[in-house]
């Protein structure tokens, strides 16, 4: 019998194998980020049980309810990640203390990233150049691609975000750009 948990519980899961290094930050941050846009179709009473829960159904759900905001492959992958972080947290649950996540980094990679790390320099991956903002309980982070080698990291979302207020902080962000390039 597999016991309850709730959406909270995975994005902790998620949020602890990120900071620990149990996977990839940018792996965990993906996983989380789909999981709150495809279990945001659930209810509150609903996202405190996911076991309970038909992932297919759910994947489903969001897919027809969500689908004029994104694009097919988008809604493909949100599903496969999905019930990717679902199957890490159920392993990790299951063995804490033998669980690994397999990924596609080859060991020469990580050679180059352990090497930069241990560099040391400011700014450099896996060196924090400012305290992490703290969030609340009824928010969330998420990851921006913006181009090649550059991701912007927006904190502190609430889960209840309205339109109004993402069209506040697109302006925000929009009066930040610098034009000519």
Do not use: C
Not at 18 to 25: F, H, I, K, S, Y
């Amino acid at each position: 019998m597999v016991n309850a948990f709730s959406l909270n519980d995975l994005l902790d899961f998620l949020d602890h194998a990120g900071d620990r290094g149990l996977m990839p930050t940018a792996t965990a941050t993906a996983l989380a980020v789909a999981s709150r846009n495809v279990f945001g179709v659930l209810s509150e009473q609903e996202r405190t049980n996911l076991a309970a829960q038909d992932i297919a159904a759910v994947v489903k759900r969001f897919n027809n309810k969500r689908a004029k905001d994104f694009n097919p492959s988008s809604l493909k992958e949100y599903g496969r990640r999905v019930q990717r972080a679902m199957d890490l947290f159920l392993n990790w649950r299951e063995d804490p203390a033998n669980f690994t996540v397999k990924t596609r980094a080859t060991s020469t990679v990580r050679r180059k990233e352990k090497a930069s790390n241990s560099q040391g320099t400011p700014g450099s991956p896996g060196q924090a150049t400012e305290p992490a903002p703290s969030m609340g309980p009824d928010a969330y982070q998420s990851s921006v691609p913006v181009r090649p080698g550059l991701v912007v990291t927006l904190s502190n979302i609430p889960f209840d975000l309205t339109t109004t207020e993402a069209e506040r902080i697109a302006s925000f962000v929009r009066m930040l750009a610098v034009d000519g390039q």
